[in-house]
């Protein structure tokens, strides 16, 4: 099934295609749920089997299997991408293309290479050997060190508009609750999707915020439960209903972002604040899971939800974790 908002990016890479002026190396950008990975799948098939790729990239994605693609993603075991696979990658790009047509890369996410990982890649992405493109996707480009930037050709995949989105939901699946998984995905129709079975789980969600912010719950109790029952929604669906208080306060409707934040509660809460809470989860989510504690982490956010965000700047740290200080 065609992914209709992809359309823009796929024929501005079909000319450029035509006329020889495609790079080395890509990075794709934007949310999750955008279609980034069914992007990268789609490069792919149009270097490596041009006769079977489509029009533009699918839902589902189609990762072909094939000799001379190598798709790089976070271990199991492990909380980032090293500098050992980064190695290997290289090695096998640095190989003779089994089918004489060349060779391509994804790493997948990018933004959790270690910094000895990114740095052991910049000769590669700068002159690579043959005729090779190196894909890299990222859902956020905080994580990235310069070097690393400065050497892609960047392509952004927008939202698609509401109505864009719904209709090709409809087609994909009819009858589903999709107005509201859409909203809650923050507009990503993928993310909808993904998150279309769990529209319970936000509700309860929703349930613990309002009664955080009336003080009818504690914010340990809460992190506790999130931590235990919704561990990989809980800090995404956080991070909307901030940025749905953020529309809010700029005058933007209510049923347009899908806030589920009490408006008694913005009352005491600082813009300025909102937009350094927002920070603070924006640069979490763009870390590897597991690479720090997240039950200590959420009661850190929820303790100061539950104070209106006044000790948010003061006590933001460099780290990019949550201080905690206090927490119990």
């Keep these: 099934m065609d992914i ?7 024929d501005r890479w079909l000319t450029q295609d035509q006329q020889g002026r495609t790079p080395h190396a890509l990075l794709l950008l934007g949310a999750a749920g955008t279609g980034k990975r069914a992007t990268a799948a789609w490069l792919a098939e149009r270097m ?5 790729a489509a029009s533009m990239p699918q839902y589902p994605a189609r990762v072909m299997v094939h000799p001379d693609l190598h798709w790089l993603s976070q271990p199991e075991d492990k909380h980032s991408i090293g500098i050992e696979q980064i190695r290997e990658l290289i090695r096998e790009m640095s190989l003779t293309s089994h ?6 890369a994804v790493i997948d996410p990018a933004n959790i290479m270690t910094n000895a990982a990114a740095n052991s890649l910049l000769k590669t992405l700068e002159e690579p050997s043959g005729n090779a493109l190196i894909i890299l996707i990222a859902d956020r480009i905080s994580r990235l060190p310069a070097t690393i930037l400065s050497r892609c050709q960047r392509a952004s995949l927008g939202l698609p508009d509401e109505q864009t989105a719904l209709a090709w939901l ?9 107005p509201q998984a859409l909203r809650e ?10 998150g279309v079975e769990r529209l319970a789980d ?16 504690s914010p340990i109790e809460v992190a506790e439960r999130w931590t235990k029952q919704y561990p990989d929604i809980a800090l995404d669906w956080l991070g909307r209903q901030v940025q749905a208080c953020i529309y809010r306060m700029g005058g933007a409707a209510p049923e347009s972002t899908g806030s589920l934040v009490d408006e008694s509660v913005l009352q005491h809460m600082d813009s300025r604040n909102l937009f350094c809470y927002l920070d603070v989860i924006n640069r979490l989510r ?6 720090y504690n997240l039950q200590l982490t959420l009661e850190g956010l929820l303790i100061d939800w539950t104070e209106g965000l006044v000790h948010c700047r003061a006590q933001e740290s460099d780290s990019g974790l949550w201080p905690l200080a206090g927490a119990r």
Aim: glycine share 16%; aromatic share 6%.
């Design 4 to 10: 209709p908002w992809l359309k823009t990016f796929a």
């Design 48 to 52: 490596l089997d041009p006769g079977s």
């Design 99 to 104: 089918h004489g047509i060349g060779k391509v």
């Design 170 to 178: 409809d087609r994909l699946q009819p009858g589903t609750q999709w």
């Design 185 to 194: 995905a923050g507009g990503a129709p993928l993310a909808a999707v993904a």
């Design 202 to 217: 936000a509700s309860v969600l929703a349930r613990d915020l309002k009664a955080l912010g009336s003080r009818a719950a």
């Design 286 to 291: 763009g870390q590897a899971s597991g690479s």
